[in-house]
Structure formats: C-alpha cells, structure tokens
C-alpha cells in the first residue's frame, strides 16, 4: 500500500520530512507531490484508514495542508490526491472505480502524457477516465502505441511500479563521548577504529572511497585539538586511515586529557586504475599512503611529497604538495646518456674566497684549477624580496667540482657535481 500527500503550496522539504517520519520509503514524485510506502504501519498504527488520520494529523501539526490518498498503486494514489480533496481510501481491485469520474486531462496534467491522445479522446467524446477505461485494450493499443497503453493503464489503476524512492543523505561523521578522561593514544587508537569502521561501512554501501579525514577531539580544558589529513588517492580500508591518524597524533600529541572523539570522512569517487600488460605492477596505493606517512613521521612535513616549481628564474625555488602519481596510457622508452648529477647543500654553505683578476682563486685555502663564470642573474625586483647573484663553476685542487655563487650577503657554495 502507498499514500500520496498532495500540498502544491508547501515546500518540498516539509513534504519529504512528513512523509520520511512515516516510511524510509519515499518517493519525490513532483513539486508539491510525495509518495510512501505504508507498508508495515498496520501493526503499528492500524487500518488504512487510521493510518490516513495519523499522517493528517502530523501534516496539520507541520502546518501542511493537503490532499492525501491510498492505495494499492502509487499512479492511482497520485492520480487521486491531485483530483480529490480531502482524503481519499482505495482498496485494493477498486481502483479504477475510484477514477471513473476524473477528466481525461488528469492524465495531460500528471504524465504529461501525448496531448494529441487526450484531444483525439475529446473529439471522440470520451470525456472520464472511466470512459477511457471501458475502450477496447487492442483496438486502443494499435491505434495509439506504447503511449496510449500506458495511458490506458493509468486510467485503469493497473500501472503497478515500483517507487523511486530518495536515497536518504549518508552521514560520514562519528562522534563518542568518553566516560573518563584519556591521555593515552593507544586506548584512543580502539575508540577511532571502531569508528572508522562503520564509516567505512558506509562507504562501501554507496561505492565511494575517502579523499579527506578529520579529527577533532574535545579536551578537559575545554579546548579542541582538531587535525585534518588529505589522501594522495581516495581510500576506504580502515586500517590505513587509523594508521596515519596515529602517526599524525604521535608528531602533534593534544595538549590534555580527551574527553570526546569526532571523527569525519569526505567522500571520493574511488580511484580506477587499469595496468597493461607490458606496466611494470606499482605498489597498492593503501601501501603507497602508508609508506608517505611513515616517511612523514620521520622527516617532519614539508620534507615529503613532489616537489613544485615556481614561476621565477630564481635557482631551487620550489615547494612541496601532496604527492599523487599521475597514470600515464603508455611507458616512455629511457634513454641512456650521460649527465653530470648535481647534489644540492641545503642550506647552502658559507664559503670564504679570495678573488683575483675578478675570478675565485682561492676557496676555504683550496686553491682553483679552473672556473667558468660568471653567470649573472636576478628577478623579483617588483615584490619584497628581490634576489640577484653571479654563479661560478669551479674546480678545486682536491678534485671537486662545484657550484658557487656570490649575493649581497657574500660568497655561497650551492652544491657539487658528482
């Protein structure tokens, strides 16, 4: 059984609350229009009947003044409430009895149904859909297609569907209270799995994946300590995400005891990755996450990820971001060549030189066999912090070959070549 609630003056929004306060089964028909299931409310609340005086007393109470109808068929129920005033009871095999005295224009209105048919049935003089639903099914069928037999169908209170019922929205956010305060994050570590747990669950009913996940907790003080860790690639297993959140708590313990938990997740299409046949096999990407957060662990952050360059001509300008491996639709074949490798000091090292005939001749008492340069440059005069410098290869008597530079502040090794 189904009941339709027709309130074209209400909103939307009141009509779906009203009825989901009946049915997790519901269906946002039209604007002004819901239709539920009633189905299981008979040993809750009764007949039909008071069924129907039960939602129109919450309806009054919500300020919603409407047509309601129920019935067997959710088409029939809708045609109803939208031509019937007041509440309108269908049993079951009566349905087309129910709709004989409404004009063949319902259906124009409701279906939207082929204007042709309905003028072709007024110059006929068919003017109920009783009328219409005494016709020939065939003869009906053949002159009018498909169309006209879903028509006839509707007439007749035959239709028999399925509701398209509104998926309610899906929370992602847990929250517990704890009974006494707690210092230690490996008895947090049990309260954040279990929670995580049915968050992913969540996700895995609806095929989504997280990309984000945040922690909040509520300490004594009253303070809240909160953390939000993004994903390189949207995961669901539950594991890895507690494992980073223990490692991002170990590098940014809260300052007091913990009084509550919250934990959320922002859901993400899960990623769809197709290797070839000739693709060397990459790490599994819970693996990969894993793998960054220990890393991140250990070197502080900032220190992990890809690195970014900017859009200037100064030297090892760059940041880090989030690392994310770009899929590539084939394997670029290497070229071997020989390159001289370049290793950065950072920072750069304070050099002591002395300069002859304009050129270094003498680096930290090391004596210079040979040197190219200078290599002048600058950039950023517009903004706070220009820079300027001249570069100089140099190869020292110890063998190393290395690259300095001189600025404002003095003489700078950069690095060495290997």
């Not at 919500?62 to 409430?81: E, F, K, M, R, Y």
């Not at 939208?82 to 209105?109: H, K, W, Y």
């Not at 949207?234 to 490692?247: E, N, T």
Request: charged content about 20%.
């Amino acid at each position: 059984m189904f009941a339709c609630i027709y309130a074209p003056t209400n909103p939307q929004v009141t009509l779906l609350a009203l009825a989901s306060s009946f049915s997790p089964l519901v269906e946002d028909t039209a604007p002004g229009l819901v239709v539920f299931s009633i189905a299981g409310l008979g040993r809750l609340i009764g007949t039909p009947r008071e069924i129907a005086a039960v939602v129109a007393r919450r309806g009054a109470e919500a300020g919603v003044q409407a047509n309601l109808a129920i019935s067997a068929d959710p088409d029939t129920a809708v045609l109803a409430a939208r031509n019937l005033r007041g509440i309108t009871l269908i049993p079951p095999g009566m349905e087309a009895g129910q709709l004989s005295g409404l004009p063949v224009d319902a259906l124009l209105i409701w279906s939207g149904g082929a204007p042709e048919i309905i003028e072709t049935l007024h110059r006929w003089g068919i003017k109920t859909l009783g009328a219409m639903a005494e016709l020939p099914e065939l003869g009906f069928v053949a002159r009018f297609g498909e169309e006209g037999a879903r028509l006839l169908r509707w007439a007749r209170g035959e239709t028999r569907r399925s509701l398209r019922a509104v998926q309610a929205p899906e929370s992602y956010e847990r929250a517990v209270d704890l009974e006494h305060p707690q210092s230690l994050l490996e008895p947090l570590s049990f309260v954040m799995s279990s929670m995580l747990g049915e968050l992913a669950a969540a996700l895995e009913r609806r095929g989504l994946s997280a990309n984000r996940v945040t922690l909040a907790l509520l300490l004594v003080n009253r303070t809240r300590h909160e953390r939000t860790l993004e994903f390189p690639m949207p995961v669901r297993d539950p594991k890895v995400i507690l494992k980073q959140l223990q490692f991002d708590l170990e590098a940014h313990p809260p300052r007091a005891a913990i009084l509550g938990v919250r934990v959320q997740l922002r859901p993400a299409e899960p990623r769809a990755l197709q290797h070839g046949f000739f693709t060397p096999q990459a790490p599994a990407p819970e693996k990969l996450q894993l793998t960054l957060a220990r890393l991140t662990a250990l070197v502080g952050e900032g220190n992990v990820g890809s690195p970014m360059l900017f859009d200037t001509h100064r030297r090892d300008a760059f940041a880090m971001r989030t690392f994310a491996p770009e899929v590539s639709g084939h394997v670029q074949p290497v070229k071997h060549s020989v390159r001289f490798a370049f290793r950065y000091y950072r920072p750069a090292v304070i050099a002591q030189v002395r300069v002859e005939a304009g050129r270094p001749a003498r680096v930290n008492a090391q004596a210079v066999v040979a040197s190219a340069g200078p290599w002048r440059a600058s950039g950023e005069w517009w903004t706070e912090t220009p820079w300027e410098r001249d570069e100089w290869d140099v190869e020292l008597a110890n063998g190393g070959v290395y690259r300095m530079y001189y600025a404002p502040r003095g003489w700078f090794v950069e690095g060495m070549y290997d």
